[in-house]
């Protein structure tokens, strides 16, 4: 068999360029590439055995690509450790759009791929940024990005491009990238269209052998032992004679048999050659003054590679060497010993420059046998870069590596906690508790690994591990570092939250606090302050609890410092939530979720938004907490925070059950509830409970609504949560009094009322009244007025509502339809406006039974957007421009302009200010 015929590059197709076969394929690749020239984004993911005709079809694509630009990458093993080495590749063409795209993402993708100094960022901050240079780039005309064998790629520029390939939709972009099957790649588990590509068919193939010159029966058994595998078809062509086919329809293992090839191939060069070869195949394909100093240092000549050309088994151009195919690469890189691999190894090491200190560190690392405390420093070295330029996935490998070749324990030990630590910024959390593991048997440092595996416990369950091992950790730290010690406290209270442990937060909280009162830090200050809160409201002391969230607040809004902090984004939003006020700190949470977007902290937007959207639900910003919900949950799944998940999704199931939505708040319940019970979780089931208590009460089935509610006072008293606003006495009021158990909410009330006046916040206060006067014996006017009163100092408009509703109902009762009627209007409108559907129907029926018909509500356009739509036309609502809302919710401008046009069509308006007339602000920084 003789070398390629075509000269047409590395690529080029065995069969003289001529792509036999592959109609499906084709027309795929076709239309991937028509739809992108007309501004849809499309991505396709060619998946299949080795040598089938992936990397072919790449270049049918590249072939069809026209006016296209072209980006490409490949995925080489050898670069897997270097950071963001791919993504690098890739995008440089682009580059030139970098000052087209939001600053703070530029900042982090020039940091990522070492144009500028580094700077750690979220993981998936180098994502979003991709997203907008690809978008900036392609303004300028259609794009087609081929990325080969994208198994191969580093970790990081892997999740990069997923990230971006995910939310390409409105951008003339193609996506097509190769992945070998049976290998882990970014196309598992992820939702990319994938076509699987098969063998050729009969007659295909024997075309394709007649271009080699067999045919018949030899041409028939090759076909039946290679099921149509092109590349084995023609390596095995070479040898027709010899094969020996077994039962044509067992499998036959191609891989090894076309390796068998090609090593049959390489074993028959001369042994400089080879060696040449090999340092080709360990290296980097494209730094051929590399090959030639590693070469020189094994006294040998580029020359003797000709040997090789004249095989078919490379290509020398421009002095690099092109491997025939990826698989002659493995297949002389595992004919030689072992010896000859760590020598090549060791050759390239040496004849790297500085500037590739990274690859250095792994050749160096693949040349040692047993310890080598060299190669462990640079690897170590290289993780550290890795980590500075967010490529976590990366440094988790150097890091681990780096111990691997230590010599000892004690050095082996903070290397393994560091790779921990970067795999778990990496979201890799099985790797960072193996990698704990094998910390803790070197003797690891205690208070690192315990505070590890308490993080990672805390974020995967089960929670209440995470808050012995996070407790332990900061013991072990209180003498000689009493501020992270408090940090970690604040940590420990948190999952204890999480658990629905007052007791256990009560705990670590006072604990925080002693250690707090030691140290001049305001650090320290806030966050003991904010773990005294949230322990002391869920308590039930919600006086002591609500000072301190206020001191808290007052901390970091009088600390330029804290307030900046990325690491402080979640604990931000903390304060006002526990506060339930109008005013107190609740800008304070509408920036963090500014902040997490402008940083592309993306990891922490499930956190935030879930804060963010669980404020909007107790205001009138329904609309907006909802599409802020969806966010986090979309978010939260495709990060894998499952912990966060289940609070999100606790979260707007009760925002469903005040909606009336049945079918969706039973969904989300239940999964909420399954996924707690699996994580240890029990806070959240108590919300879901109380979600799905309060959707039978907005569906009017009060007997079904007391049952919940009882199961969720029942938890609530077997956890010992006492803070009183979890508490659905209000709720059971109204239910007992409609199904005739006057005595049971008589008593609800009254115990009700006791400790709302202990709590002494308007919120409660409010819904106490509203029970006193639900339950008084004489018409109660007075207790609903007061009730009134106090919703006007609370933003939550629902509770309001209910209000006027049950007020309007009695008023009724006592033949005062005047005054009924004015309440219970009131009551519809402000349902109306939330979206309150079944209990504006509830209002509406009150309204009907005093003799005055209420208009019903036009079915809002605004309820048709899907949650996208919504999120996107809040934010240009509010003011922003179309670049902003893309850098905000992580789309390109044009996807978010396309949406907009839906928006338009569907609300029927034309312009900005049309849109924000029909996107009202009642309260300002939502
Ligand atoms: N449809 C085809 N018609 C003619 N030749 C083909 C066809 N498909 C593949 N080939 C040839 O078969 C060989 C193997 O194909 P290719 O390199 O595309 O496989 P691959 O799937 O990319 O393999 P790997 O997973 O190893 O990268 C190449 O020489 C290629 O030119
Ligand atoms: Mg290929």
Known sequence: MGPPSSSAGPSAFASGGVLLGRATERLALDRLLAEARAGHSGVLALVGEPGIGKTALLEYAAGGAGEMRLLRARGVESEAGVPFAGLAELLRPALQALDRIPIPQAQALSGALALAPASAQDRFAIGAATLSLLSAYSDDGPLLLLVDDAHNLDGSSAEALLFAARRLVADPVALVLTVREDEPSLVDGSDLRVLRVGGLDRADAAELLRSAHVTGDAAERLYSATGGNPLALLELAADAGQVTVGPADAPVPLSATIAGAFARRVDALP?????????????????????????????????????????????????????????????????????????????????????????????????????????????????????????????????????????????????????????????????????????????????????????????????????????????????????????????????????????????????????????????????????????????????????????????????????????????????????????????????????????????????????????????????????????????????????????????????????????????????????????????????????????????????????????????????????????????????????????????????????????????VLARAARCRALVAEEGGQADFEQALELHARTPDVFETARTHLAYGARLRRLRQRVRAREQLRTAIALFDELGACSWAEQARAELAASGETARRRDASAVDQLTPQELQIARLLADGMTTREAAAAVFLSPKTVEYHLRHVYQKLGIRSREELAAAFPQRFAGS
């Open 271 to 763: 042994e400089p050659t080879r060696r040449l070869l090999l340092l080709a195949a360990a290296g980097d394909r494209r730094d051929a003054a590399g090959l030639t100093r590693a070469a020189a240092g094994q006294g040998l000549d580029l020359a003797a590679l000709v040997p090789a050309e004249e095989a078919g088994l490379i290509q020398l151009d421009g002095g690099g060497v092109e491997f025939r195919h990826p698989l002659v690469r493995s297949a002389v890189y595992a004919r030689a010993t072992p010896q000859e691999r760590r020598d090549a190894h060791a050759a390239l090491a040496a004849a790297l420059p500085d500037r590739d200190v990274d690859q250095r560190a792994w050749h160096l690392a693949a040349s040692s046998v047993g310890p080598n405390e060299q190669a462990a420093a640079a690897l170590h070295h290289a993780g550290e870069r890795a980590r500075a330029r967010s490529a976590y996935t990366v440094a988790a490998a150097a890091f681990a590596q780096a111990a691997r070749l230590a010599e000892t324990p004690g050095r082996r030990a903070p290397l393994l906690v560091s790779a921990a630590d970067a795999a778990l910024l990496a979201g890799a959390g099985d790797q960072a508790l193996a990698l704990l593991d094998e910390a803790a048997r070197d003797g690891g440092e205690p208070a690192a690994v315990e505070r590890l595996r308490g993080q990672l416990a805390m974020r995967r369950g089960p929670v209440m591990d995470g808050y012995a091992l996070l407790v332990s950790a900061a013991e072990r730290l209180a003498p000689s570092d009493p501020e992270t010690a408090v940090v970690i406290l604040a940590e420990a209270v948190f999952s204890a939250f999480y658990a629905g442990n007052p007791r256990a937060m009560a705990e670590a909280a006072g604990r925080a606090s002693t250690l707090a009162a030691r140290v001049e830090s305001r650090r320290a200050h806030f966050f003991a302050a904010m773990a005294s809160a949230i322990a002391l409201v869920l308590e039930g002391r919600g006086d002591a609890g609500a000072a301190a969230a206020r001191e808290a607040v007052e901390i970091l809004e009088g600390s330029d410092e804290l307030r900046d902090d990325p690491r402080l984004l979640t604990w931000a939003a903390l304060g006002p939530m526990w506060l339930r006020e109008v005013d107190t700190g609740r800008s304070l949470i509408a920036l963090a979720a500014d902040r997490a977007r402008s940083q592309g902290a993306v990891g922490a937007l499930p956190n935030v938004l879930t804060h963010l959207a669980r404020d909007q639900v107790t205001t009138d910003q329904w609309a907006a907490g909802e599409a802020n919900y969806d966010e986090a949950i979309a978010l939260a799944r495709e990060t894998g925070q499952r912990v966060e998940l289940a609070v999100a999704l606790a979260g707007r199931a009760w925002l469903e059950a005040r909606m009336g939505r049945e079918e969706q708040c039973r969904r989300d319940a239940a999964e909420a509830i399954a996924l707690c019970e699996e994580l240890g979780m029990v806070t959240h089931i108590i919300w879901a409970l109380q979600a799905l208590g309060d959707l039978e009460l907005a569906l009017g089935r009060p007997e079904q609504a007391a049952a919940r509610h009882e199961e969720q006072v029942r938890a609530l008293a077997r956890q010992q949560i006492g803070d009183v606003d979890l508490m659905p006495a209000p709720e059971l009021v109204e239910e007992y009094l409609r199904v005739g158990r006057a005595g049971d909410a008589a008593e609800a009330a009254r115990d009700f009322v006791a400790r709302a006046e202990e709590k002494g916040q308007p919120w």
